[in-house]
């Protein structure tokens, strides 16, 4: 005598797969994925516009002259996020105003060789600050400013033009971060001060 199939061991699992299969992509149906600063789009619309309020205004940034190559560095890498790579604006509505200070610091001595005795450290960090004050430009309110830090690491070996290459790759690096850390900053003044 054999029992019914709904009472088979594999049976229930077989009639209860289906609905947590349709549980689950209900339940995912919820979750978007979308950038950070994008419009939301119409309510019930789950394509996420890019070109949203907050891209367009960072796109009429404009980053004032360097003085120097470490800050022409960073307002270079500036230039190329507010805009998304298309350059300067052509209609500025924001000025910001750039200042970044470096600092060279020579970490530790690591090469204990026995025939070097030269005492030169080989590993070093750049530490960059970068400061910044967000102007609109109509009437030169201040709409944001703040300062970012960051620090890049790089190696000293022996040789001198390596060395150089090493620092002045660490500084290219941390005018990068520094940038980055800028524009997520004027991007969220912007969001506060619509």
Avoid: W
Wanted: aromatic share 6%; glycine share 10%.
């Amino acid at each position: 005598m054999s029992l019914p199939d709904r009472f088979q061991p594999g049976s229930v699992v077989k009639r209860l797969l289906p609905l947590c299969v349709l549980g689950m992509a209900l339940f995912a149906s919820g979750c978007q994925v979308r950038p950070l600063y994008s419009d939301p789009g119409p309510v019930g619309s789950t394509a996420a516009g890019v070109s949203g309020s907050v891209r367009s205004r960072l796109a009429t940034v404009s980053v004032n002259p360097a003085a120097d190559r470490v800050t022409q560095e960073v307002r270079n890498n500036l230039i190329f996020l507010f805009g998304g790579g298309s350059g300067e604006p052509t209609h500025v509505a924001y000025t910001l105003q750039l200042g970044i200070i470096s600092q060279n610091i020579s970490l530790a001595l690591i090469q204990n060789a026995t025939n070097d005795k030269s005492g030169q450290p080989t590993a070093g960090s750049i530490r960059m600050t970068g400061n910044y004050v967000l102007t609109r430009a109509s009437d030169g309110q201040v709409i944001g400013r703040g300062s970012r830090l960051v620090n890049a690491g790089y190696d000293a070996p022996r040789q001198q033009y390596a060395v150089q290459r090493a620092y002045r790759d660490a500084y290219n690096r941390a005018a990068a971060e520094v940038a980055q850390a800028i524009h997520l900053s004027v991007a969220q003044d912007l969001t506060k001060n619509q």
